[in-house]
C-alpha cells in the first residue's frame, strides 16, 4: 500500500506571493474552513426537521458522527499528502470532496443517502481545517503566524453562533436541503479567490512515499474509539461488550499503528516529529484544552436552561460571552506573540486564569446570578483564547517546511480527538448525576434543577485544564523566525 512519488521540484525558501495575493489566499483558505466549522454545527437544531422528513430518526446522531469520525481519522493524512503533492491540489481536492458531500446531503431521499452524504463531506472537511492552518504557516513566518489565529478563532466563533441559527432557520421557514446547498456557492468563491495565487507555492518535499498501512490503521482505530466515546453511556451501557469491543479493538488498532510507523521506511507520520517535545506537549496540551472548552459548550446550555431558567434561545445567547471571550483571548494573544521573547508565558497564564475562573464556576454554579456566570465565562473564554495561537505557532515552528502539513495535521487531529474525549467523560459525569444530554435539554427542562452535578462537570473541566497546563509547562519554548529569517530549524529529537 506503499504508494513511490516523486517530485523534482526542489523546495523554495521563498515564497513568490506578494503581500496582497498572500492576504487573498489567507482569507480563501479561512472562507474554506468557515465551511467545515459551519458543518460541525449547522446541522444539529435541523435534526427533528430531517428525522420527520426522512424517517428513521433512531439513526439521526449518525449524522453529526459519521461527519466527526471521517473529518477526525483523515487529518493527518491530508497533511502528509500536501507535503508531497503541494499544498493547491490538496485544497483543491478538499473542497472538491466536501462539496459533493454536500449534494449528496441535499438531495437524499433518505436516511441513509444522508448519513453517507455526511461521511463524504467530512472526508473533505478533515482537509479543510488542515491545510487551512497549514497554508497560513507556509505564508506567514512564525513570528507573525500568530496574528491570523485570532482570525481563526474568529471563524470557530462565528460558526458556533451562525451555524445554529442559520441551521434552525433554513429548517423552520424554508428547507432543511439548504444547510447543505449554502456550501455550494460559498465553496466556490473559496476556489476562484486560492486557485491562481496558490499555482506559485512551492511543494516542500521531493521523494517520499505514501505509507497507506499506517493511513488505514489510523482510520480505524481512530473510527473505533470516536464510535465508543459516542455510544459510551448512551447507546450502550460503557461496560457492555459492545463498548468493551470497540476500546479493545481501538488499543489492537493504535498499537499495530506505532509498530508500522517504527518499522515503515517513510511513516505516515514522522518519527522526528512524534519525537519532537514541542510537537508532542503543544499537541496534548490542545487535546486537554479542547475537551474542557468542548465540554463547557456543550453543558452551559443544559446548566443555563435547569438552573438559570433561561429558554433554549436564551441559552444560546448564553454562549456568547464564553465565545467573544475566546476571540479576544486569540487576537490579544496572537499580538503579543509576535512582540515578546517569551511568548509561551502568554498562554501559561492563560490557561491558569482559566483554570481559576471554571473552579469559581463550580462553586458557585448552584447560587450565583446570571450576569456572575457570564462575567466567568467570559474569564474563561479569554484565558483559553491565549493557547490556541502559541501552541498553533509552536508546532509549526517546531519543524522545517517538508513536515509542516504532517504536524499541522496531528494538531487537527488531536484537537479533533480531544473534543470527542471532553463530551464523552462530561455526558458519564452527567449521567452520573441525572443531567440529560445534551440533546435532550429541551425535553427534559427541569430534570436537572440542582447544580451540584454541572458542579462537578466544572470541576473535572478545571482537571483538564490543568494537564493541558502542566502539558505546556512541558512543552519548549524555541525561538520563533521572524520575516527576515527563513532557515528551518533543525528537529529537535
Request: aromatic share 6%; with cysteine; net charge neutral.
Amino acid at each position: 500500500m506503499d504508494q513511490q512519488v516523486d517530485n523534482t521540484k526542489p523546495p523554495a525558501s521563498e515564497l513568490v506571493l506578494s503581500q496582497q495575493q498572500k492576504n487573498v489566499v489567507i482569507g480563501g483558505v479561512l472562507l474554506a474552513m468557515l465551511l467545515a466549522a459551519l458543518d460541525q454545527t449547522i446541522v444539529a437544531p435541523a435534526m427533528p426537521t430531517i428525522g420527520s422528513a426522512l424517517g428513521h430518526a433512531q439513526y439521526l446522531p449518525w449524522i453529526v458522527t459519521a461527519y466527526l469520525l471521517a473529518a477526525t481519522a483523515l487529518a493527518p493524512l491530508y497533511g502528509r499528502i500536501s507535503d508531497i503533492y503541494g499544498r493547491r491540489p490538496t485544497i483543491m481536492v478538499a473542497i472538491a470532496i466536501f462539496l459533493a458531500g454536500s449534494v449528496i446531503s441535499a438531495i437524499a431521499p433518505d436516511m441513509l443517502t444522508l448519513i453517507i452524504g455526511r461521511a463524504v463531506q467530512g472526508i473533505g472537511g478533515g482537509g479543510l481545517f488542515t491545510m487551512s492552518q497549514t497554508i497560513i504557516g507556509d505564508l506567514v513566518p512564525p513570528r507573525e503566524r500568530a496574528l491570523y489565529a485570532g482570525w481563526i478563532s474568529g471563524m470557530w466563533a462565528v460558526a458556533s453562533i451562525a451555524g445554529p441559527l442559520l441551521g434552525g432557520a433554513f429548517a423552520e421557514h424554508l428547507h432543511w436541503s439548504l444547510i447543505f446547498w449554502i456550501n455550494l456557492p460559498l465553496g466556490v468563491v473559496a476556489v476562484l479567490t486560492i486557485n491562481g495565487p496558490l499555482k506559485r507555492l512551492p511543494v516542500a518535499g521531493r521523494r517520499h512515499s505514501i505509507d497507506g498501512w499506517s493511513a488505514a490503521l489510523l482510520i480505524v482505530a481512530t473510527s473505533l474509539l470516536l464510535l465508543a466515546l459516542n455510544w459510551g453511556g448512551s447507546t450502550y451501557p460503557w461496560r457492555s461488550p459492545e463498548i468493551l469491543g470497540l476500546l479493545g479493538g481501538s488499543v489492537l488498532g493504535f498499537a499495530a499503528l506505532g509498530i508500522r510507523l517504527v518499522k515503515a521506511s517513510e511513516p505516515l507520520i514522522s518519527l522526528e516529529i512524534l519525537g519532537n517535545r514541542v510537537v508532542l506537549f503543544g499537541t496534548l496540551g490542545v487535546f486537554m484544552l479542547q475537551g474542557a472548552n468542548i465540554g463547557l459548550a456543550v453543558y452551559l446550555p443544559v446548566y443555563l436552561e435547569s438552573v438559570q431558567g433561561l429558554t433554549a434561545g436564551e441559552s444560546g445567547l448564553g454562549l456568547l460571552s464564553l465565545l467573544l471571550g475566546t476571540v479576544a483571548g486569540a487576537s490579544m494573544s496572537g499580538r503579543l506573540t509576535a512582540k515578546l521573547v517569551h511568548y509561551k508565558r502568554i498562554a501559561l497564564f492563560g490557561i491558569c486564569i482559566s483554570v481559576a475562573a471554571v473552579i469559581v464556576l463550580a462553586v458557585v454554579a448552584a447560587s450565583a446570578p446570571l450576569w456572575q456566570i457570564e462575567v466567568l465565562l467570559a474569564i474563561v473564554g479569554i484565558g483559553s483564547g491565549t493557547v490556541f495561537p502559541v501552541t498553533t505557532v509552536s508546532v509549526q515552528n517546531a519543524v522545517d517546511r517538508a513536515h509542516l502539513g504532517v504536524a499541522t495535521g496531528v494538531l487537527t487531529f488531536l484537537r479533533s480527538l480531544g473534543s470527542a474525549l471532553g463530551v464523552a467523560v462530561l455526558g458519564a459525569v452527567a449521567l452520573g448525576y441525572g443531567i440529560p444530554l445534551a440533546g435532550e435539554a429541551m425535553r427534559h427542562h427541569a430534570a436537572a434543577g440542582s447544580g451540584d452535578g454541572f458542579a462537578m462537570i466544572y470541576f473535572v473541566c478545571a482537571l483538564m485544564l490543568v494537564l493541558g497546563l502542566v502539558s505546556l509547562v512541558l512543552m519548549p519554548e524555541k525561538p520563533l523566525r521572524g520575516s527576515a529569517d527563513n532557515t528551518p530549524p533543525p528537529m529537535e529529537g
